[in-house]
């Protein structure tokens, strides 16, 4: 922790440190945000607070890439062509339209930052096939790619100043005064002490949520904390309801197996060793990888084939359940070794598979929140002064179902954005009333005690946080039918009120990290609830939101439109609606192997004789 | 859990600053199954033994580096360290040796952050591009001369297994100086000799004896040792050529 205590103000009751901006949350994209803000202005005081120490964010997991346009025979078009029609339709096509021009310069930034990008033999960036992309844009370091992005940004993060970190802080509550947000309150872990930090911008940056689930890839910290916080104070969560199911994850744990094994040529079989995904319009099966076909169609469509093979028996059955094989033998120890070591490390240590002899079981997982903090295509929310980038963030270019190596490249390329937005911001209000703010601070305090110093409780929180995470992945899974949904519904409800008889253990103040995971189920049932009525109000079936009970197609008369949830205390939230940007892409046929191709050349015919 | 299940003990090294004078071993029986990590029979514990227990962990799978502890006196990261190893000897763990304790298995990573600023972790251009002039070409054979020591996940197994950090904790340490040598080793860097005044000074590569357990106990493969003595020979070489070349024409 770097800020210097000569900044820091003792009042009466809680120290305070004023900043210009502060960002919660120290990944990829807080990290980036916050980077722009002091090349923007080193005059501006940045406070950037992270319940881990930055490089610990869960950025570090991510491990097949970032796309961006690189090849001369690619286009941007064709990256704008494959978000769109990847997200079903669902994304705001004006911030498809920026992301992927911005894509290929952010993507240098990082490479003049020193990020260890894999090369080609001429010493250029390296690109690597991804699932639902259309040519190889994705750019790679190995399979490690979030881990270098983020100690690439961390690491040049030091030499800003302007950069003040609060390392091991946990953001407790937004103060919002007159109107406009103006400052959070965080708990220093170590001691327990609150702080209050006033900044004349905030930017949540703070990841999924993807720990509502029970098998799952993300890090035990992905618990929706900034879009709990901003959903509390007004600001709706858009489109919760499409959560990204990994097709190859591993049985058990849920820890991630990349896309990556797929770009290199890697095969999903079902028992008969047979490569079944050429039975879900996804072929033809070329021995070689074949773009957006096959193994290389998008993660909702392979994790849905994974479902209809269970159904049909083809599965294999492992200890922790069903399950496929990933098999990579024939890509050749040397090859793995070079691209995926990670997954090699993964495979051998945690599985005892040598994947260059046998194939890895694997089966789908959930993997990312497609959904988030509504903000507009420059990251603000309606709140004013508040700024999302990220996982946290709707900022539309995921649509219904994102496409892998897009999430990497958005912390990037949204992160500038943010930190611009809000640095310019910063620079045209004042702190109005900091008593009224040191007010509030202390009411945060006293609310964030009470759950600490509670005697008498008895829930304990396992058992809710258990019951939470089945009954999402009953009732919100790759497939869902209304009674199930329901069924969620009254569970979360429910879980919610028993959430007020949690049972502590440990009172104490420093590092008390059963106090921290009680705030944190707080906010994971919220996204929870906003989550499960997201998705039995839509009456369709799009994306990574599949409905099998008379809903099983898309409906773009009555459901082309984003959802918003509102946050509605101890009652459901409320759910409304909002328009879907359309610039250049009228909703299709969503297609991909053989049939996308001819999709593709007709709607080329068409629009040359349009 | 399933039926077939087994009991290990695992004894946790406790201590709370509120209310221990020092750290105590607590005792606790833990069902497992063969699959089950070192961290996932800690997370057992506080689930449904004892919720007072705090140690730091999040990917579970060995790039977050938050998990590191001494396992039965080993420095490890328990999320990649399986029960079934230790089965059915007891497991004993405690926070990693040399760094202060926060509390139970959380010790304090603000030293190491600080010494991780001191080697100027950052890319010091060579030569400077604008990015309108897309990437710095580097080859496989360049990238490959510092990719090795780009892979530290920061965990600090290795300061936990160094006794000279342990006598000394001045020592910038492995980690920090295998970061450094990883900027150095860069084409893309032209920060070497800011970076060189460090690797000579007491606090550099002259404070290590060549043990080599940092090495050993490293989960990524870094070889913090051998950055640590390819500075050597470049700080010894240093020291000579600055008696026939003119100071700063070092690269």
């Known amino acids: 922790m770097f800020a210097s205590q000569s900044t820091m103000l003792r009042g009466t009751h809680m120290e305070v440190f004023k900043a210009d901006v502060v960002i919660i949350g120290a990944g990829g994209a807080g990290l980036r945000a916050a980077i722009a803000v002091a090349e923007a202005d080193p005059a501006l005081t940045i406070a950037l607070v992270s319940k881990v120490y930055p490089m610990r964010s869960h950025t570090v997991a991510a491990e097949g890439g970032a796309a961006a346009v690189t090849l001369p025979h690619d286009n941007l078009d064709y990256h704008f062509n494959d978000t769109v029609g990847g997200g079903d339709w669902l994304c705001e096509q004006d911030v498809v339209e920026y992301f992927v021009a911005h894509a290929h310069r952010e993507m240098v930034q990082m490479e003049h930052w020193g990020c260890p990008w894999s090369r080609t033999a001429d010493g250029h960036a390296n690109v690597r096939a991804f699932g639902g992309m259309k040519v190889e844009r994705t750019w790679f370091a190995a399979d490690k790619t979030g881990f270098h992005m983020l100690h690439t940004l961390f690491q040049t993060s030091i030499k800003y100043p302007s950069i003040k970190r609060f390392d091991e802080h946990f953001c407790v509550d937004l103060v919002v005064e007159d109107g406009r947000v103006q400052g959070v309150v965080a708990i220093e872990i170590a001691t327990g002490e609150f702080r209050l930090i006033e900044a004349k911008a905030v930017i949540i940056a703070t990841g999924g949520a993807g720990r509502v689930f029970r098998e799952n890839t993300n890090g035990g910290i992905v618990t929706g904390d900034g879009m709990a916080l901003a959903y509390r104070h007004g600001v709706p969560l858009r489109d919760m309801e499409f959560m990204q199911y990994h097709p190859t994850c591993m049985p058990g744990t849920g820890l991630l197996f990349t896309e990556a094994c797929r770009g290199e040529g890697g095969f999903l079989l079902n028992k008969d060793g047979y490569r079944y995904l050429q039975d879900y319009g996804l072929g033809p099966p070329d021995p070689s990888p074949r773009n957006k076909a096959m193994e290389l169609g998008p993660r909702d469509r392979l994790s849905q084939a994974f479902w209809h093979e269970k159904q049909k028996g083809r599965t294999i059955n492992g200890p922790h359940g069903a399950v496929v094989h990933l098999d990579l033998r024939h890509i050749g120890e040397r090859k793995l070794r070079e691209r995926l070591p990670q997954i090699y490390e993964l495979a051998e240590e945690f599985l005892g598979v040598d994947p260059a002899r046998e194939p890895i079981p694997v089966l789908p997982a959930v993997h990312y929140t497609m959904g988030g903090i509504l903000a507009d295509g420059k990251t603000a929310s309606p709140l004013r002064g508040l700024y999302s980038v990220g996982e946290c963030s709707s900022v539309g270019i995921h649509g219904a179902n994102r496409l892998g190596s897009n999430s990497l490249t958005e912390l990037i390329v949204f992160g500038k954005v943010a930190g611009d937005e809000a640095s310019a911001f910063a620079k045209t209000v004042t702190i109005g009333n900091p008593a009224a703010l040191a007010k509030q601070a202390e009411a945060i305090r006293a609310r964030a005690l009470g759950i600490v110093s509670k005697d008498g409780g008895t829930e304990r929180m396992v058992v809710l946080r258990t019951e939470m995470a089945k009954s999402m992945e009953d009732g919100c899974g790759i497939y869902r039918l209304g009674p199930e949904m329901q069924a969620t519904c009254n569970k979360i409800d429910e879980l919610k009120q028993r959430y007020k008889r949690l049972k502590i253990d440990d009172h104490s103040r420093a590092w008390n990290t059963e106090w921290l995971l009680a705030i944190e189920l707080g906010y994971l049932l919220d996204v929870a609830q906003a989550i499960v009525y997201s998705a039995i109000n839509r009456k369709e079936s799009r994306g990574s939101h599949q409905r099998l009970d008379g809903f099983e197609q898309r409906d773009d008369t009555n459901y082309l439109k984003h959802t918003l949830a509102y946050y509605a205390g101890d009652g459901a939230p409320r759910i409304g609606y909002g328009a879907v940007k359309i610039t250049k892409s009228k909703p299709g046929t969503r297609a991909y192997g053989a049939a996308g191709e001819k999709a593709d050349a007709e709607r080329k015919n068409e629009a040359s004789h349009a | ?251």
């Open chain 2, 1 to 251: 859990m399933p039926d077939n299940e087994k009991i290990i003990e695992i004894e946790v090294l406790r201590y709370r600053p509120e209310q221990d004078a020092e750290p105590v071993l607590q005792t606790y029986q833990v069902p497992f199954t063969d699959d089950m990590s070192v961290l996932q029979g800690l997370q057992y514990i506080k689930d449904y033994l004892d919720g007072t227990v705090s140690f730091r962990w999040s990917c579970r799978m060995a790039i977050c580096g938050s998990c590191g502890m001494m396992v039965n006196g080993k420095p490890e990261l328990s999320c990649k360290t399986f029960l079934r190893d230790y089965y059915p000897g007891k497991l004993r763990v405690e926070a990693l040796a040399h760094l202060p304790i926060e509390r139970d298995l959380v010790v304090s990573v603000g030293d190491f952050v600080k010494k991780l600023a001191s080697v100027k972790p950052y890319i010091i251009p060579k030569e400077a591009r604008s990015l309108d002039d897309g990437e710095y070409l580097q080859t496989p054979a360049q990238l490959a001369q510092y990719e090795q020591f780009s892979s530290c996940i920061n965990c600090l197994l290795c300061y936990a297994a160094c006794p000279q950090y342990g006598m000394n904790p001045a020592f910038t340490g492995p980690a920090a100086l295998a970061l450094l040598h990883r900027y150095n080793a860069d084409s893309r860097d032209g920060g070497k000799a800011e970076r060189m005044e460090l690797v000579h000074s007491e606090e550099g590569v002259w404070s290590c004896t060549l043990v080599g357990y940092c090495s050993e106990v490293c989960p990524k493969g870094v070889d913090p040792a051998r950055a640590i003595n390819m500075n050597k020979t470049s700080s010894a070489a240093d020291y000579f050529l600055r008696f026939v070349m003119p100071k700063g024409v070092v690269k």
